[in-house]
């Protein structure tokens, strides 16, 4: 094996640099696995508090920045007391990819109609030091997190991307076209062209699937007169995303919101680091990365409230695109960051990925969640399936993903928490699993896993 062979396989390995050439389009398919998903919840959330054009775009170019500036405190963690030390890092050290959280736009949605932007940065900034306190605590509260709710937690997220991602592959839900044959062909070229790459495909081009895919699905979405190019005429070259542009608002109602759900996403943050783990390197995740996931979480939402913007969580697509590659090498992932970040000052650069079709994004994306599924799949397999782990499944999904899949205005009389908690299938699961682990504790037979921090 030359030594240009050599430095290839290290794509394969967390730390190390692969050839940029090789790296780069391992990079460059993860920006296109979240980037729809990344800039939608702004779209969403201007629309409510009525942005102007040049407001709603600041909005989008910051977006872009936070993720990918986030991304790396992920990829290359902040040690505040020194790499030796056993207290919390900022960064989990691992292959994850930061972005707009969609969890957070109901609650966005109704603190924008009630206090407007500004309520909702302020939610946002104030809200996001429950995540701190989480990462902090990590050790204490881990033993309310053992294989069996991460799994089930995993499964509740693939579960929800997968509707997501069926929506996308038929056009968008809401889309006038939604569901016609030209849609769903197009899915399809994706999705067989991604599929034939991981079969008979080789190198580069074998973990570089889902790039492939897209790439054959833009040429065919043009030859269908699917592109719109005014969006790439009308953006401009070069703007610096500003911070601070909206004032802020701190109203308890709005951080209280924010507050309880920043809770889901940490523990949604400790599922999708566990599943690149698991996927990855056959283990479940330490409690290092575990608090450090949560920690840059925290980060990331202050940063992006400082940037005009909603809430950064890890991305659960992202982490499915690792369990699919198995492409975990920092430096690959570091490059999509980069092109995230030059694409918050450069929003040509955006428009070209807003130019991509809902159904070539949804013919891509959809199989990279079933794998989340697969993830959760595999870690309550490992956990074994005991007369008590049955039981206890049994009513996580039956509560969380039975009752919460139920219309919102159905529970409509009950007191507040309990109209939250079946509001969000992933917030059923975590909170009644958590609630199950403690009410039936497993036996000295079936104790979860401790696993000790590196």
């Known amino acids: 094996m030359t030594a240009y062979e050599e430095r290839k396989q290290l794509i394969y390995k967390l730390d190390g640099r692969p050839p940029f050439l090789v790296a780069l389009p391992l990079g460059l398919q993860h920006v296109l696995a979240m980037f729809t998903s990344n800039l939608a919840p702004c779209f969403i959330v201007a629309g409510i508090v009525g942005l102007t054009g040049a407001d709603r775009i600041l909005m989008v170019q910051c977006a872009m920045f936070v993720s990918g500036f986030t991304t790396f405190f992920q990829l290359y963690p902040i040690s505040i007391f020194g790499k030796k030390s056993d207290l919390p890092r900022i960064g989990a050290g691992l292959p994850i990819v930061m972005g707009t959280a969609f969890a957070f736009v109901p609650t966005s949605i109704t603190v924008a109609k009630a206090f407007g932007l500004p309520g909702v940065l302020g939610g946002v900034l104030i809200g996001s030091l429950v995540e701190l306190v989480m990462g902090f605590f990590i050790v204490p509260l881990k033993k309310f997190f053992p294989p069996l709710v991460i799994g089930a937690v995993l499964i509740s997220i693939g579960v929800n991307l997968l509707g997501a991602g069926a929506n996308y592959f038929l056009g968008g839900a809401g889309a006038a076209d939604f569901g016609s044959a030209q849609n769903i062909v197009l899915g399809f070229v994706v999705f067989i062209t991604i599929l034939l790459c991981q079969r008979f495909a080789r190198g580069t081009l074998q973990v570089s699937a889902l790039l492939a895919g897209i790439v054959v699905g833009y040429v065919a979405a043009f030859f269908m007169g699917r592109l719109d190019f005014s969006l790439l005429r009308d953006a401009a070259w070069f703007s610096v995303p500003t911070p601070l542009r909206f004032k802020y608002e701190f109203h308890l109602s709005a951080v209280l919101s924010f507050a309880a759900l920043y809770i889901v996403s940490g523990l949604e943050t400790i599922g999708n680091t566990s599943g690149i783990t698991v996927a990855a390197f056959d283990r479940e995740a330490t409690t290092k990365e575990m608090s450090g996931a949560i920690m840059a979480d925290s980060l990331g939402s202050v940063i992006a409230s400082l940037f005009n913007t909603l809430p950064n969580t890890a991305f659960g697509q992202n982490a499915g695109l690792v369990a699919m590659t198995k492409v975990v090498n920092k430096f690959c992932i570091a490059t999509g960051a980069a092109i995230l970040v030059l694409a918050g000052f450069i929003p040509k650069v955006g428009a070209v990925f807003s130019m991509m079709p809902n159904s070539v994004l949804g013919g891509a994306v959809i199989s990279v969640f079933a794998m989340i599924m697969i993830n959760g799949i595999k870690l ?65 037979t079936e104790a979860p896993t401790v696993i000790e921090v590196d």
């Open 380 to 444: 309550i397999a490992k956990a074994g399936f005991s007369q008590r782990n049955i039981i206890v499944l049994s009513v996580i999904f039956a509560m969380g993903l039975g009752l919460a899949s139920m219309p919102s205005n159905v529970y409509g009389q009950m007191p507040k928490f309990f109209q939250f908690l079946f509001e969000d299938s992933v917030a059923a699961v975590c909170i009644i699993g958590i609630a199950l682990n403690v009410i039936f504790p497993a036996g000295k």
